[in-house]
């Protein structure tokens, strides 16, 4: 089993390396860095005119399986994820039954492992059912192959169990991930508050409600020294708490979603049930402020949110829509639009793309002799329109139907099998 990849572009931010050449993989692992690579009984994938990165990686998808496979299911969602140039996942735990059970994390490990190759790792309920009361067993589901604690979704409202999530899950080198959100200020809210929740007549959820837990969870990743991560970061109030805290030396990572950076709470005026999620898209300023975050490094990486629903339980009145938003099959194109208004260079995104590994604590992320070889093709400049109805994912809940972008995933491999490509 032996793949060439040949005459790209290799954008290696870790090794602080750009240049052209070719790499040599030999059963799953990278074994040569080469001008002068040899052929010899190798597979051979041209990626002229292509960056070559390694793997990318989403540490916030939602794969519904089990319990919700209508939307997606462990396969599918895999599938979608190679399709976006994605070598590993992260799976949050809001699944039927939730994970927050040593059986549920290794089923999805056991569904994984017969899938297209592309890694999953599951992120555990930190409370017991999602409920917010008790803990969950974290010892036992890091021993079952969990990597993080989460009720994602669902913010934890009581603080001293929060306090107790991350001393007891540090104790397992199992990182709190944030879904910060103040239930009470968003309760009943179907989109931002702000200027066009006023003019659409919809319940705004206030980015205060965001911000201010943001606060309290790095406050108490501050007062215990613990690492917090802060998923889908939406809004400057937040950005600038973020900062506050990075300051200081606390350590606290995060991450926003593509649709953050490109559309804001106008979009929501077509009553397009595509456009509600949570976070609620928020303002120009918001998004402007997180475009910023994202290139100082403020925010840390890029993570989906892939929330898939059935086209059933969309095609409803907005209030009555679940929020969520499909995210895999969609993000590279997005960023490199960044990429082209000059906002990002090509390592910043290939940076974003692969902070997740460190946030996780997972080996990946580097292109270097004797690693796994996990890499992702593209090319920055391939123009297309995004059709729903063409997505590898079950579901088609995206707000970027019909928008013309440029820059394509040109092959995924995962040690060293192409689990993707796309002619061009
Ligand atoms: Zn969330």
Known sequence: MKLVIKNGMLVNPAKKEKKKTAIVIENGIITDITDKPDESGAQVINADGMIVAPGFIDIHVHFRDPGYEHKEDIHSGLKAAAAGGFTSVCTMPNTNPVADNIETIRYMLERAASGNGVKLYPVAAASKGLKGEGLSPIGELKEGGAVAVSDDGKPIKNTDLLKRVMEYGSSFDMKYISHSEDTYLAEGGQMNEGFYSTVYGMTGIPVVGEAS???????????????????????????????????????????????????????????????????????????????????????DAIATDHAPHHQREKEVEFNNAPFGIIGLETALPMILKLYHEGHLTIERVVELFTAGYSIMGLTGGVIEKGAPADITIFDTDYQWTVDKNMFQSKSSNTPFHGFHVKGAVFATVVDGKVVYSREF
């Open 213 to 299: 837990q943001i606060a309290r969870d790095c406050m108490m990743a501050e007062y215990l020294d613990l690492p917090v991560h802060i998923a889908h970061v939406s809004a400057e109030m937040s950005v600038d708490i973020i900062k506050h805290f990075k300051k200081k030396g606390v350590k606290v990572t995060a991450e926003t979603a593509p649709h953050y950076l490109i559309l804001t709470d106008q979009a929501v005026g077509g009553f397009d049930t595509n456009t509600k999620i949570n976070p609620p898209l928020r303002s120009e300023k918001d998004r402007l402020a997180v475009i910023e975050a994202v290139k100082n490094g403020l925010i």
